[in-house]
Structure formats: structure tokens, C-alpha cells
């Protein structure tokens, strides 16, 4: 075998090896996406923390340096009402810790700290046209979504369950990415926030194929290419890989995130919304032994970092990561350190040559 069986996604997004690097917020950089596409796949520039001015800047990056298909990625929430007293009972919880540091705890009210797509993200995507445009937490608003998809891009977002695919493929997606339980970072759950409704890629990504007629990509626990042929064979067009990403040379991750995430066991990870609010997957680490690592007392999304930012700053410092969010899927042993762009085509290479057995 030479290409690829499904072709859907490559002819969709005119792209060459059917893998799509996670869009990782505070890790990737334009240099992974132009490496990740210029070996063929689909690099993935996510903007939710990210100013205009940011997004713009990179944008400018990427477009000066390839001419390949790339993926602009985006949250889609409403930043929740002020409320004083929420805040109050997290910092109370956290008072001891600001104790043990000697840090204040006398925070600003919470800032927003990751930003939905909105009118001036979306005039800001016409002028650079991404082939692709996802999103994540659902879809926004018809009008923005309309524009999306007059300027030619394709759309794609995420589902945790069955009725979250069917209901992006009714609103209007091109693909859809089913993102299984072992995947890193935010859940992209949007119907339900009931963790006990979310399922293993493996269970979910059959179910998901058979009840939608658009391409379907793979994401969660893929960091091989024995990931992405078993994902092929439950009828994955192409695959969509986060952690496996966090290791390579073009990723903007703290040397403590690094270094655990060389040297954590399988089952280091859990879901967690202390850090912002909302379910997450990452690595264990002290605040979540000890305050989770759910907590229905963590202010809600995105502002629950702004009480932790002292304890941050402070333990950070020192190297430590006890206190700060370090995503990671639960395939993190499998993840090599290599470019960006050599890992790309490994993985392409190596799943070619299993599917040829």
C-alpha cells in the first residue's frame, strides 16, 4: 500500500498525510505549525489565549513561511457573570497554601484568561483565510459561523459523545473530531458537563462514524502509529495528535511540564478544573492530590487562575510545577522527543508500513 485508504480528509483540507497536530494552547508556536504542515499535515495555531494583536503576529509568521493548509483554532464560551463570592470561598480554600509561601492573597478580581471567538477574531481570520478553522466547547453564533465558511474554510469541532457529533454535523461542521477520554488538555464537552457521560476513544469513535456522514478524525491516546492504524480501522479518516507534540523542540512548554511529561507513569494524568474551571486533562501534581482534583468549589471558567496566579509565580520560580497545570494526554510514555516535523512523517510512515501487513 502506497496511499492512504481514506482519502476524505486529505481531499477536504488539501493536505498530504492525514494527521493533525493538536492545537495546544500556551505550547504551540507558529514554528511547530509551519513544521507540522510542511511535512504534510495539518499545523493547528490556537488563538483562545491569544490577544488579536497575537493571533495576528503569528499569522503573519506562518503565512510568510508556507503556503500549505493550516488550522486556526478556537474556544467557543461565555465568560461568566462577576461573582465576588465564588471567588471568596476558593480563596478560602487556598489560604493555607498562600500561608506556606508567604504570598498575598489579596488577588485582583478574575480576568478572563482565554478569550471565545468573536466579531474581531473572525475579521481577523478573513484577511488570512486558513483552510481550516475548529473550534471547541461547540460552534459560535450562525452569523460568525457564517462568515467562517464564506470565506472557503472548512469547519471542524470537537464531540465527547455520540449527540455532541451529530449535533455539529446538523449545525453545519465539515469533519468532526471525536475526542475520547484520553486526551489532554480540555475536555470539549458542550451538551453536558457530566464527566460520568464521557467515554474512551476506542468506544466512542465507532459510534460517532456510524452516526454521522462527515469524515471523522481520532483524537485521544494517539501517539503512535499503532494508535492511528487502530484508529483507521474503527473508521477514522485521519487523526488529530496533542501530546506527542508537547516533546518536540518547537513546543513552549516550562521545563517542569517538560520533564514530567518524560518521566510520568500511564496513570499520572487525571481531569481537573482547578486550574480554569473547566474539566481538563493533566498531570498530577500537589493542588490536585490534595483539592481534587474536581472541585465544584473552583470558580468558573475561564477565571479560576486568577486565585492560584501567586502560588504560580511563586512555586514556578523555584522550578516546581505543584501548583500550575501541566496538560497531558494518557499516552504520554509513548510520546519521542523529535522536530516537529520529523515526527510528523514518522508517524505517516510508520502507520503507512502497518497498514501494508
Known sequence: MTSWPDRRI????????????????????????????????????PCAMLSHDQARTSLDIIRQATGKPINVNFFVHKPPAPDASEGRVWRDRLKPYY???????????????????????????????????????????????????????????SATTVEEAIWLERHGCDAIIAMGLEAGGH????????????VGLFALLPQVVDAVKVPVIAA????????????????????????????TPEATIAPYHRAALKSSPSDATALTNLFTGRPARGIMNRLMREQGPLSAEAPAFPTAGTTLAPLRAKTEATGSGEFSNMWSGQAVRLAKEMPAGELTRKLAAEALEKLRR
Open 99 to 157: 500561608a506556606e509561601f508567604g504570598v498575598s492573597g489579596d488577588v485582583p478580581a478574575p480576568v478572563p484568561g482565554r478569550a471565545p471567538f468573536d466579531e474581531a477574531f473572525c475579521q481577523l481570520i478573513e484577511g488570512y483565510r486558513p483552510e481550516v478553522v475548529s473550534f471547541h466547547f461547540g460552534l459560535p453564533e450562525k452569523a460568525l459561523l457564517d462568515r467562517v465558511k464564506a470565506f472557503g474554510a472548512k469547519v471542524i469541532a
Open 10 to 45: 486529505l481531499d477536504l483540507f488539501g493536505i498530504e498525510l492525514p494527521i493533525l497536530q493538536g492545537p495546544l494552547a500556551g505550547a504551540t508556536t507558529p514554528q511547530m505549525v509551519i513544521a507540522v504542515s510542511e511535512a504534510g499535515g495539518l499545523g493547528g495555531l
Open 220 to 247: 485521544g491516546g494517539i501517539c503512535d502509529a499503532r494508535g492511528i492504524v487502530a484508529a483507521m480501522a474503527l473508521g477514522a479518516s485521519a487523526v488529530q495528535i496533542g501530546t506527542a507534540y508537547l516533546l
Open 187 to 198: 475536555r470539549g464537552n458542550f451538551l453536558s458537563m457530566d464527566m460520568s457521560q464521557q
